[in-house]
């Protein structure tokens, strides 16, 4: 039976939240709002007990609030139970903590290796300046807790090589730690059950063969390869009045003038008139 339709987004966000266990600390980038709207929706339903780590602000909160772009800082820094400089945070806060953080690689390569640096293999000289690893070259070398997501799935993205290397995965030289444990996509699930990229279920509406040719290494796929269960609509509504009414999550589906236009819609509702 077809259920409530829904975006890509969602199924993304709801996937994440699928990841999170009750009474965990879950850790968060500076601009990762699907990945904010799945713990938020992880925290109202399964997960009452989870506790919410940031870099902005280099906090760890218990509370929550709806995204946002201009207030997004409020709830970290205004409260926070207590905070911390970046380098405690990656180097001993978050190892005490043993925090679930789910990074967005530019790159991934089979073996879970990912690259946030840059586009090119001349480091001074590159096709594309990345935004930077800030912790992740720390993390990711001792973590048992490492999850990706790409809310656009293409060759772009999985290659069999990388340009360069911030994020660590299932590699011989690692020596801590278990590598990265799950990837979402707009497509679909995957694991690294054998050490290498798995399949494991695919969204609704997208066939083995469509990741496939977006992928562009050869995935395994797991024998009971299945489709993803759908978001619910509980699930659904807290997302769209709750969690994320402004659509914030969007932002990082999107891209050009598309994701400039929605930006600025999200400004313009969020910020009273007369005091931007």
């Known amino acids: 039976m077809v259920g409530e339709p829904f975006t890509p987004d969602e199924q993304l966000a709801v996937c994440i939240a699928h990841q999170v266990n009750d009474g965990e600390v879950v850790a968060q980038g500076l601009a990762t709002p699907l990945v ?124 069999k090589t990388l340009d360069f290397v911030s994020g660590l995965g299932h590699s011989e030289k690692r020596i801590r730690g278990k590598g990265v444990n799950c990837l979402v996509t707009d497509l679909g699930q995957f694991d690294w059950a054998n050490g290498r990229m798995r399949l494991v279920t695919y969204h609704r509406g997208v066939t083995v063969e469509r990741i496939q040719a977006k992928t562009g290494f050869d995935l395994e796929i797991a024998p009971d390869v299945h489709e993803t269960p759908p978001p619910t609509s509980e699930e659904l509504h807290l997302l769209r009045e709750i969690i994320d009414p402004l659509g914030v999550r969007l932002l990082e589906t999107l891209g050009g003038q598309a994701r400039r236009d929605h930006l600025r819609a999200v400004l313009e509702a969020e910020t009273p008139t007369g005091k931007r």
């Open 36 to 159: 904010a709207a799945g713990y938020i929706l992880a925290r109202l339903t399964h997960a009452p007990n989870l506790r919410f780590a940031s870099a902005i602000g280099q906090g760890v909160c218990q509370d929550w609030a709806p995204l946002g772009v201009a207030s997004i800082e409020s709830l970290w820094l205004g409260k926070a139970i207590f905070h911390t400089t970046f380098v405690q945070a990656a180097a001993d806060v978050l190892p005490c903590l043993k925090a679930k953080e789910f990074f967005r690689p530019a790159q991934v390569d089979a073996a879970g290796n990912f690259n946030n640096i840059a586009f090119g293999t001349d480091y001074h000289r590159p096709r594309m300046r990345l935004p930077g690893t800030g912790g992740i070259p720390d993390v990711t070398t001792y973590s048992d807790e490492i999850y990706l997501y790409v809310p656009r799935h293409s060759r772009v993205t999985f290659v």
